[in-house]
């Protein structure tokens, strides 16, 4: 299985979310084949909005930039894993530049209308629905809930229905960066390993005690309100 993992965050491998995504895929079976691509050292022009990709036979977009190769990488992948940080509320600017320079991965949309509530379903190549897609989040609120609820709410349409791709939202990210080893931080990523070699081993989901159980901060708020307030008055980069 060839896998792609997506790093949106403009930390590139400082990223907090980073580490929790290489806690998921160390789960993975040692024949997969990994790959990465940190969008943030590309050049990812944004969408004009012109829709030659759509008029085009072929689907080419007219801007030459990096998306030539990362939608090559994307085509390849049986795996898609984006990461990255929680930006007000959604996923953050590169990452949303790629998402629409990827509408020529779906036919022209002609007013259709779904039965089921699905909408941008028609795909050029519908092998694009056979790839297993992973978001993993990381944000600094307290809790997951409410701040991914809009992002939850993208990714549903986006991906045609929530069954369609597995979430991995984690609250408290400041203290998952590789510069915080606590005994909480290395059971919480010893918790997302395993959730890796479970998705893998189960059909490419998460149980639900498994997602209820990564879905649980590592500190409580109080906890977390001391450690945070250490870091800023320390003032750690
Ligand atoms: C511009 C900006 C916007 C952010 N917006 C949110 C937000 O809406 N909700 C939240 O809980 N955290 C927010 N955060 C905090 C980050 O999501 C959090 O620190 C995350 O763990 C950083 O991940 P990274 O190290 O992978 O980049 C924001 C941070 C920045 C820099």
């Known amino acids: 299985m060839k896998v792609l993992i997506i790093n949106a965050s403009p930390k590139m491998d400082r990223s ?13 079976p ?13 050049d990812i022009k944004p969408c004009r909005g012109c829709f030659c990709c759509w008029a085009s036979e072929d689907a080419t977009c007219v801007i030459k930039d990096d998306m030539t190769e990362i939608m090559a990488e994307i085509m390849k992948a049986d795996i898609i894993i984006e990461s990255f940080p ?13 998402t629409d320079r990827c509408l020529s991965f779906a036919v022209p949309y002609g007013g259709s209308r779904s039965e089921d509530g699905r909408t941008f379903d028609i795909m050029r190549d519908p092998a694009i629905f056979d790839k297993k897609f992973v978001v993993i989040s990381s944000c600094g609120y307290v809790e997951p809930e409410p701040v991914f609820t809009a992002l939850l709410t993208h990714y549903d349409l986006i991906c045609c229905g929530r069954d369609r791709y597995t979430a991995i939202l984690c609250a408290e990210g400041q203290i998952l960066s ?6 909480q931080v290395r059971n919480y990523l010893e918790s997302i390993k395993a959730a890796g070699s479970e998705y893998c081993a189960n059909g ?3 149980s639900e005690e498994t997602q209820r159980k990564i879905a649980i901060p590592c ?18 980069s």
């Open 16 to 28: 907090n979310t980073l580490n929790i995504t290489n806690a998921f895929v160390s789960g993975f």
């Open 30 to 42: 040692e024949d997969y084949e990994i790959n990465r691509i940190d969008i943030y050292a590309k």
């Open 86 to 98: 929680l930006y007000f509320y959604n996923m953050p600017s590169q990452l949303k530049a790629m």
């Open 178 to 183: 590789n510069a915080r080893e606590t005994r």
């Open 204 to 206: 490419f989901k998460l």
């Open 219 to 236: 500190f409580s708020p109080e906890g977390f309100r001391t450690i945070m307030n250490a870091h800023w008055k320390y003032g750690e």
